[in-house]
């Protein structure tokens, strides 16, 4: 059993086969357990087993977290989610090099004298190659901010949630959200109509950056209750931040994207020329996970929901 959520830094950094994420789901539930939670393993589609922590037919609100860990990558997955333009040219460069690298083959087909089609063939080929390695393939062995960072987060602010609002909160770690948010898509579908009306607050790469951002889905924009709810932990924390995203482009890909009333949240880094970024993740960088950020946000997610969920 886990004792201390910190612990799975050390314990399980790696969370990708189906053995190793077996293998931390009997250490958590557990932990989980002794805190007084009902815990239950839930089967969704594609093997995605998600966990979950308490009542979802009661709670008001949702914390959330992907418990499973990404393929290495040669390249940092760069995320610039409030600025469109360094977004739109990242991508556009990751996917020439995609282009460049899946048509290495070809070439040397077309050099060794092999006719354009069978080249064209082995393009495509190496194009789906390169994609399935990039999703399934070899494990990136760092994974501190990606994403133990909100499973020590989801963690302790179970740890610190007072009994007398437990019933007010359910806890959920997703499963697959690296092979395409299936482990979400999977409960969303199985828990519709509570779904509904629940605040889904989502921690993703929490671990790395001063400015810990909010990103709330745009019918929960329009919800001034909810908003309000939210607006109650922004503000300054020691050297520290929280804020909301509410206008402007917003881009955080992760779990929340299948809640209506869905929150997005992560920490970043800031420069000049990008704005809001987190780097480093996928790739053997990613080793930052700064307990202060899960302080800040255990202590600010306890508050939120001890003062009262939305009627």
Known sequence: MVEVPMDILKLF???????????FREAVTPYFSSLGYDVTVEKGKMGAK????????TAKFLVTAHYDTPAALPFPNLITPCSMLPFLGYQVVITVVIFLIAMIPGILLVLMGAD??????????GLYAVLLLMLFGPANKCNANDNTSGVVTVMEIAKSM???????VCFILFDLEEAGLIGSASYRKMHKQQSDKQIVLNMDCVGDGNEIMLFPMKKLKTDAGRMEVLR???????????????????????????????????AFRRSKWAGLYCSRIHTKK???????????????????ITCGAVK
């Open 13 to 23: 950094p790696i969370r990708k086969t189906r053995k190793q994420k077996e293998s």
């Open 50 to 57: 998600n966990i979950i922590i308490g009542n979802p037919e």
């Open 162 to 168: 007072p009994e007398k609002v437990r019933k007010d």
């Open 286 to 304: 990613d080793t930052i996970l700064d307990e202060t950020n899960v302080n800040i946000l255990r202590a600010a997610i306890v508050s939120m």
């Open 232 to 266: 109650r932990i922004t503000g300054t924390w020691g050297e520290k931040s929280i804020a909301i995203r509410e206008k402007g482009f917003a881009y955080y890909p992760s779990d929340q994207k299948h809640f209506p009333y869905g929150v997005g949240i992560a």
């Open 116 to 125: 354009a089609e069978f080249a064209g063939l082995s393009w495509l080929i």
